[in-house]
Structures are given as structure tokens and as C-alpha cells.
């Protein structure tokens, strides 16, 4: 089974700070994705990747930059943490084509930013 | 511009009943539909998917109902257990593209013993 690990799991971070998430998958997919998941919006897309090196932004990628150093590791970076970005982050992988066409998510990062 | 809805935000059934969790989209060139389940603490997981080709998906109690012409579908959990109390988020893409995976706002489903 393919597997998506997030740290840290759980982040209490002061207001001005910056924080890094981490993502690593062995699944050895091209594309990874951050979204944030908040009560009545779903899933929010906020950065992606097709592979090393490469970064898209997402629906709301304002306050957040991302890294793909290599195909298993995709980090979303905070320079400067506002109480806004209180929520849930989530990992995933994926690739889309004929033999794999879903998305394996990471167990989530709640993230509070006092 | 949401590319694709979910209606209810909130179902409640009772065990045993039909929970019927409506979708809809907007871009004509979607042909693939997944749906995802996800419990509390955790991320979301694939439970079932339908391509535009087919108009009826099943997998034991989960079944999905495609129209393409009213660019609708809808997934029916029959004999509601406890166990499927969880949030089901409605996808939908461009099959065998690289192209992005668009999310419904979900719909919480609690089923009451």
C-alpha cells in the first residue's frame, strides 16, 4: 500500500514565525499536493508539484511557498505565520494515467497559530 | 468559479436506511468521478469512482449513479452502518491527463443506531 507521511503531526506556532511542513512519500509518484482543510470549505488546494524541482501554485497559494527537492519529499513553508492559517494540512500523492488514477493522502498536520 | 458541488453539507440517516449524497460539476470535459471517504483524524482515502463511459458504478453497499447530460451524480450507501458515519468528498478530472483533481466541499454523513 502506498504511503504518505506527514510531520510533524500536530504544530502550536507564534504569530510572525515560520514554520515548515514536511511530506515524504514512497510511492514514487510524480505529482504531490498540499490542500488545507477547513470546516465548510473542503478541500483547498494550495501548491503542487509534477516532480523534482517544480512547483505550481494552487486556489490559494497567498502566505505559502512550497519545495521539491526530490521526487519523495514536498515541504509547504510558512515565512510568516498568521492565526489564519490555523487549520489541518494535508499530503498527497498521486499520478494520473492509465494504472493509477487516485490521490494517497497523509494522516494530516493541525496546525495553530497563536 | 466551484467546479464542483455536494449537496448536503450534512446527512443524517438512521441504520439500516439509504443515504443518497448528491454532486454535481461544471466542466463538460470531466470523465472521471472519484469519491473519497474520510473519518475523523485521518486524510481522505479512495472509496469508489466512475468514469463518464459508464452510467452505474457498484461496490457492495456504495453505488454510483452518473448522469452525464445534467452533469450530476450521486452516491447511494444502502443499509447505512455506523461504520460509514465519515465525510465523502465528490472529485472529479481529466482521465489519463496530468491534469488537476477538483474537490467538493464534502458532505458529513452520521449514521445514528
Known amino acids: 500500500e502506498a504511503a504518505v507521511t506527514q510531520s510533524p503531526r500536530n504544530k502550536v506556532a507564534v504569530t510572525g514565525g515560520k514554520v515548515t511542513l514536511s511530506c515524504n512519500q514512497t510511492n514514487n509518484h510524480n505529482n504531490m499536493y498540499w490542500y488545507r482543510q477547513d470546516t465548510g470549505h473542503g478541500l483547498r488546494l494550495i501548491h503542487y508539484s509534477y516532480g523534482a524541482g517544480s512547483t505550481e501554485k494552487g486556489d490559494i497559494p497567498d502566505g505559502y511557498k512550497a519545495s521539491r527537492p526530490s521526487q519523495e519529499n514536498f515541504s509547504l513553508i510558512l515565512e510568516l505565520a498568521t492565526p489564519s492559517q490555523t487549520s489541518v494540512y494535508f499530503c498527497?500523492?498521486?499520478?494520473?494515467?492509465?494504472?493509477?488514477?487516485?490521490?494517497?493522502f497523509g494522516h494530516g498536520t493541525k496546525l495553530s497559530v497563536l | 468559479q466551484q467546479q464542483v458541488r455536494q449537496s448536503p453539507q450534512s446527512l443524517t440517516v438512521w441504520e439500516g436506511e439509504t443515504a443518497i449524497l448528491n454532486c454535481s460539476y461544471e466542466d463538460s470535459t470531466f470523465n472521471y468521478f472519484p469519491w473519497y471517504q474520510q473519518f475523523p483524524g485521518e486524510g481522505p482515502a479512495l472509496l469508489i469512482s466512475?468514469?463518464?463511459?459508464?452510467d452505474k458504478k457498484e461496490d457492495g453497499r456504495f453505488t454510483i449513479f452518473f448522469n452525464k447530460r445534467e452533469k450530476k451524480l450521486s452516491l447511494h450507501i444502502t443499509d447505512s452502518q455506523p461504520g460509514d458515519s465519515a465525510t465523502y468528498f465528490c472529485a472529479a478530472s481529466v482521465r489519463n491527463s496530468n491534469n488537476r483533481i477538483f474537490f467538493g466541499d464534502g458532505t458529513q454523513l452520521v449514521v445514528k443506531p
Open positions: 498527497a500523492s498521486g499520478d494520473y494515467g492509465i494504472s493509477n488514477e487516485r490521490l494517497f
Open positions: 466512475i468514469r463518464s463511459v459508464s
